[in-house]
């Protein structure tokens, strides 16, 4: 149970006092397990994220130091609390990994300059993507492709009103549904990020700027500016498409002079948003919100007018098949994304070859445009899922394609052809996925286990008979948590999503389908045309299920707390860092966390000294905040982590902002008062400095070397004489219950109190 006490310090705190303040890792943990305690009282904070203690006259915290009143920081809430919050997040997945795949670089340059640019046009393409496909289903699919025909309405009448409309009206009513569709992204977005509103950088700060690429610049969490200047582009740009989709297909060919203009307006703003996306983003101020609000009259006034030529426009040449332009939009888009992703990967290579050697980057320093190809892979999934679906309820369960049309009466009701695709694409993907995953796994086993055998020999020297089975389980045990590290499967995934989808850049453009492709090539019309379609039929089954199945995994987030934290672990890998490239993308809890606990530690360590305790992404977190702290509060805090992934995972990943030089920095900041304990049996945590894990950083103080504590796990594989079974594998967590633990926070406390001893 929670209780909630005003106190700006802490329950208890008073001058001298030391604070050994918990931070837990991904999937939201409670205060009370945090603090291994059934009572516990929030003493500042929120229910969003709060600072808890154990109630007084209660006893300590499970693991407490004697001396060492325990606090706790939870902020897990942020990404697994909401139903609502947590469930829409699932909507913005490909949103999230295009604005991760910029802080993958190798290097700090590009985040604002031509890598930066390229990320932002196509985390862009992405907002275009899923614009289109909902243009797709309302307008092209039910407007153009259904409505007219009367099999196709029969028994639906809330689509048989729409034919007694004109097409020009019938098409400016059905808009109104991706424009409120955009609507809905920027609530969602603008709602889930309530919980972070007044974390920002503070007035005596500087905001973020574009040379801000150290995590040690103040403001450097503060992403609001930019996150408001891209919103307002992309929701320009999205409803520009809208404009464009509408007013192509109810053109008259150029005949009407009042139509081309409004056409080549509607074109312009597309083409003025894209500009916006490449150029840098203005400071803060007076201008750059005048120029916000002129670019909304602007989106507004172009969408009302195209709305108001359709609804005027009565006579539209009828085609049969696809809404004029939509197939051509949709395909000039992949070909788009596809040149996108070939210029970020060669400027990524041109960058990764002037980098800094140390630690082996993820995927040798090609983890933006390959992250970024899955973000326009998963979104491609997403919008072929929405319009197939569309188009099959419309259909009544056939799946019509162009060797295997609708009857004339009830339609045609096709897809464009770059979503047949994708759909081949993505189960081609899924298959080589699985038996790359097989193959490495299976490779890495007897160097997994060889690793495994040297560590439980060099742990267990002699042991017994009768324990032999418990020491196998351990050897398997240290051998699978190495999985981690083998990264082969993910590499080829990605290679081949990305080449896929390439690959088939030309044959959009060109128009032809996976089944055409065949028939044209054998020259014939069954067989092995017709064996294609049915295997992009499965194709478009398994990549909506997989949709299916995350929908399903939202709702269920609505009823389930645990469904909320199983969603909230990909999201607080996700979401740690700032919005750089795309605003739908969900908030940043970093952008409060960090601050927010900047701030505490601030305060503690004005009274007393501070062990700041991170287990596993908490640890990630610990050391953000102590890049934050200012040189007063500095002298009294000490670094304490645990499961730790800084280096095991962070540094591989994000090289640029967590890797040799920010480690060394964090150290010699801390004048190593910083102690990290791991287990070979942890398969998300490991060693800092050991050389065991990969190059040790380069630093110069030999301090760094006494940073990380190795602890044998299990403690043993034989049964104690008072006890009834053998020691459990207690892999990654708890640390606290450790005797190292305890001892570690009394090295460090003592450490601040006697900096010189």
Not at 144 to 156: A, D, H, L, N, T
Not at 527 to 546: M, N, P
Not at 598 to 605: E, G, M, N, P, Q
């Amino acid at each position: 149970m929670a209780v909630v006490i005003c106190d700006p310090v802490g329950v208890g705190a008073h001058g001298g006092e030391a604070v050994e303040l918990r931070v837990h890792g991904v999937s939201g943990a409670s205060a009370e397990t945090i603090l291994d305690h059934p009572i516990v009282v929030r003493v500042a904070g929120d229910r969003n994220a709060g600072f808890y203690r154990v109630r007084p006259g209660n006893g300590a915290a499970g693991g407490a130091t004697a001396g060492v009143a325990v606090e706790a920081y939870r902020w897990g809430a942020l990404t697994a609390g909401a139903a609502v919050r947590t469930a829409s997040m699932l909507l913005l997945l490909p949103f999230m990994l295009g604005n991760v795949a910029i802080w993958l670089r190798p290097t700090t340059a590009d985040r604002f300059g031509l890598l930066g640019g390229l990320c932002r046009l196509l985390a862009g393409s992405l907002t275009v993507a899923f614009t289109l496909a909902i243009v797709g289903s309302a307008m092209n699919l039910v407007g153009w492709q259904c409505v007219p025909y009367v099999e196709c309405r029969v028994g639906r009448p809330y689509l048989s009103w729409l034919a007694a409309l004109p097409m020009g009206p019938r098409l400016a009513v059905l808009a109104l549904i991706p424009l409120l569709a955009l609507r809905l992204f920027w609530v969602i977005g603008a709602r889930s990020a309530r919980a972070f509103e007044g974390f920002g950088a503070t007035p005596s700060e500087p905001g973020t700027s574009e040379g801000t690429e150290s995590l040690s610049a103040p403001g450097f969490w503060d992403d609001e500016r930019v996150t408001s200047w891209l919103r307002q582009i992309h929701v320009g740009l999205g409803a520009g498409t809208v404009d464009v989709s509408l007013l192509v297909g109810v053109s008259d060919s150029g005949r009407n002079l009042v139509g081309s203009l409004v056409r080549y307006a509607a074109a312009s703003l597309v083409m003025f948003c894209v500009v916006l996306l490449c150029l840098p983003v203005p400071a803060a101020g007076v201008p750059a919100r005048r120029f916000l609000r002129l670019l909304w009259g602007v989106v507004a006034g172009v969408t009302v007018l195209s709305l108001g030529y359709a609804a005027f426009t009565r006579e539209v040449p009828v085609v049969v098949g696809q809404m004029p332009g939509y197939e051509g939009g949709v395909a000039g888009l992949v070909g788009a994304q596809g040149v996108l992703l070939v210029l970020v990967a060669a400027l990524t290579v041109v960058r990764r070859r002037a980098g800094p050697d140390g630690t082996r980057p993820f995927l040798w320093g090609l983890g933006t445009p390959l992250v970024a190809a899955l973000s326009v892979s998963v979104a491609s999934a997403f919008t072929a899922t929405l319009v197939f679906r569309v188009a099959d309820h419309l259909d009544r369960g056939r799946i019509p394609d162009p060797i295997r049309p609708n009857p004339p009466a009830l339609g045609p009701l096709e897809p464009p052809v770059a979503y047949w695709w994708a759909a081949l694409a993505g189960l081609t993907a899924l298959l080589v996925v699985a038996a790359a995953a097989t193959i490495t796994l299976l490779i890495s086993r007897r160097r997994r286990r060889a690793y495994a055998h040297r560590v439980a020999e060099q742990d267990y020297p002699r042991v017994p008979a009768s324990a032999s089975s418990r020491l196998r389980v351990v050897r398997e045990t240290i051998a699978r948590s190495h999985v981690t590290e083998e990264l082969g499967p993910t590499l080829v995934a990605f290679f081949v999503i990305s080449s896929i989808g390439l690959a088939a850049v030309a044959l959009d453009l060109v128009g032809i389908g996976p089944a055409q492709l065949v028939a044209e090539i054998s020259g014939r019309r069954d067989g092995s045309a017709v064996l294609v379609a049915y295997v992009s039929d499965v194709g478009i089954w398994v990549i909506s299920l997989l949709v299916i199945g995350l929908l399903i995994l939202g709702f269920r987030a609505y009823r389930s707390a645990e469904a909320r934290r199983l969603v909230a672990v990909l999201w607080d890998l996700g979401t740690f860092w700032p919005r750089t490239v795309h605003p739908f993308a969900p908030p940043c809890y970093a952008a409060r966390a960090v601050p927010e606990l900047t701030k505490r530690v601030s305060a503690l360590a004005a009274q007393g000294p501070v062990v700041i305790s991170g287990h596993s992404h908490g640890s990630v977190l610990a050391a953000a905040a102590v890049l934050q702290l200012p040189p007063a509060a500095l002298s009294r805090v000490a670094l304490l982590t645990h499961g730790c992934p800084l280096r095991r995972i962070y540094a591989r990943l994000y090289p640029a902002y967590l890797g040799q030089q920010t480690m060394c920095d964090l150290g010699e900041r801390l004048d190593w008062r910083w102690r990290n304990l791991w287990r070979d049996t942890d398969p998300i945590g490991g060693a800092v400095f050991d050389r065991r894990h990969g190059a040790s950083p380069v630093c110069d103080n030999p301090a760094a070397e006494a940073v990380d504590v190795r602890l044998r796990d299990p403690r043993a594989v034989t049964i104690d004489p008072a006890d009834t079974v053998p020691p459990p594998v207690e892999r990654h967590w708890p640390y606290h219950t450790q005797l190292q633990y305890q001892t570690a926070v009394r090295e460090l406390t003592d450490g601040i109190n006697h900096p010189n001893t």
